[in-house]
DNA sequence: CGATTATGATTAA
DNA sequence: TAATCCTAATCGC
């Protein structure tokens, strides 16, 4: 689930639900007991998303910072709230929900200042109105990295995903391969503007879906797991039917068609 | 019941 | 590049 629609769609929750009361913060598992002992009771100011960080700032002036990595899940229990099933890093409630957090690849209590300094690492992001494009494209056009290498640096776009990489480069027909300097300027405002679209989408629906209902035959809402994806760990393209094939990129695997992304 | 896998990132080598 | 961390669902035996 984590990339970034799934941190700014948290964050949008964490508001509505937590924000401007005071919380009650618990480390059922234990391995945040610390942590939770010193949240506990602060009133949440607000949750923030930047690509696929989260930061939760209290009345303290200290940050929650999580980041979800692979496998980590933050998920909602509503009343009546039942006990943490599992291995809950972190749970943090009020009369109404609790928001139960597992398997983080990071959960910490941080300044302020370290906030910034993690922002300050990290690219634009399309699902924020600051996101500093120009900066994104600048690094694109002095870059022979491969896109693929660099669509995943979330130091270069902060916020996509493995799975949204591969379905950006299909849906704009580019071959992961290709050297980033080698895209035209319309090829990355395409490349952007798919971007800000796709992770819009997917911050609402709680889900990647880039297919598009038309061509597929379907309603988006009720769409198969299937129908969702156009190349993304598939074996056959969903708008073509050739063959899938998959490049190491970027450490990752990318699943790309050879013959819509020439 | 053990092995495998997953939409991630950091550290070490 | 590889090893490592974190968890839970799924798959094969």
Redesign the pocket.
Known sequence: ???G??IHRLARLLNGSLAGKPVRASSP?G?FADGAERLDGLTLLGADAW???LFCNFDSGEVLHV???????FRARKAPIPDP?????LRLQNGAIAWDL?????CEIISPIEQEQ?WS?LGADPLRSDADVAAARDKFTHSKRAVGALV?D?SVV?G??????AELLFLCGIHPARPANSLTEEEFAQLWSETVRLLRL?ERMG??VTTDPAEIGATRSRMKAEERLYA??RQICKRCGSGIEVL?IG???IWYCPSCQP
């Open positions: 689930m984590p990339e629609h799934t598992q391995r690509g696929k960080y980041h979800l990595g692979l496998i980590g899940k099933v599992g291995a809950v890093r597992s398997g983080p690849t990071r993690i690492r995943l979330q902060a996509i995903g493995n799975v949204y990489r997917g889900r990647i993304y760990h190491k450490g990752r695997p």
